[in-house]
């Protein structure tokens, strides 16, 4: 686990005494009578949120960032496991009250949920083997009926090749933890995912290269997904402005990215 990052958070939080939001709203006057923030976290969206195999613990910017949420509205903290395929479902049943982990603002999730404000921008770039890499610069020569393009169900990078996808064979993978090294190993050719993830895992595996992330293919926010109660959301975007506003989520997303 990364101490400097929690350190960090908690000498901010210790300057910083939580608050009491005077909102309320059916879902957050439950919450805070819970004496819970419970947070979905998906566990397998590294730099956002990372699950350890063996002792089943997070660690991740996201999951720093739950732990200083939780502290600003004197509530504990409960980490929800979900995935990306059951991520709105979830949250539409009440499983967790919002979900975190670097998830993309889109129309089909706003009719379940709220959006907090945007954490960050980001957009879709490839990655792959450095030998291969200057070969899939664009959408064109990446749907090539010879390209083995991966992707994790059930999200948005699913999404996103679907659409842009009509000749390369598209493979599914369901375990994103591992979906890097079946490009490392061969057995497929590229991956189209968030321009900060591909940043990320180039740092993390050699063999691999990220394709233009400064100029991906596309532009989405990512942002928090709260259950619908006004309040929720008015608290959770106080904080995350706070935390925009201190300098802090900047040095947050630096010290898990670069």
């Known amino acids: 686990m990364r101490l400097a990052s929690v350190f960090a958070l908690l000498l ?23 004496g ?12 956002f949120s990372k699950r350890d195999p063996k002792t089943g613990a997070y660690e991740g910017l996201d999951v720093d960032l739950a732990r200083s949420l939780s502290h600003s509205l004197g509530l504990k903290l409960e980490i929800i ?11 539409e049943t009440q499983k967790f009250d919002l979900a975190m982990g670097g998830i993309s603002v889109t129309a089909a999730r706003e009719k ?4 907090s404000v945007p954490m960050l921008s ?7 083997r450095c030998d291969k890499a ?9 749907d090539e009926p010879d390209v083995r393009v991966i992707v994790n169900p059930g999200g948005t990078n699913e999404k996103f090749a679907r659409a842009n996808i009509r000749h390369a064979q598209i493979i599914l993978h369901p375990e994103n933890v591992t979906i890097f090294d079946e490009i490392i190993a061969g057995r497929a050719d590229v ?5 900060i993830e591909t940043r990320l895992q180039a740092k993390l595996h050699p063999e691999l290269c990220a394709v233009h992330p400064d100029q991906p293919f596309d532009h989405a926010d990512k942002a928090y997904f709260l259950t619908k109660d006004d309040a929720l959301k008015a608290a959770v975007d106080k904080w995350l402005n706070g935390l925009k506003a201190s300098g802090e989520l900047t040095k947050q997303i630096d010290h898990w990215v670069e």
């Open 12 to 34: 901010v939080l210790a300057v910083q005494p939580a608050f009491t939001p005077a909102w309320a709203g059916p879902r957050f006057d439950a919450i805070k009578a819970s």
């Open 36 to 47: 819970t923030l419970r947070v979905g976290l998906t566990g397998d969206y590294a730099p």
């Open 81 to 91: 496991p979900t995935s990306w395929p059951t991520l709105s479902a979830d949250l």
């Open 112 to 115: 379940i949920g709220l959006f």
């Open 122 to 128: 980001d957009g879709k770039a490839p990655i792959a």
């Open 134 to 142: 200057d070969r899939f610069a664009t959408l064109e020569s990446i």
């Open 191 to 195: 991956m189209m995912t968030d321009a």
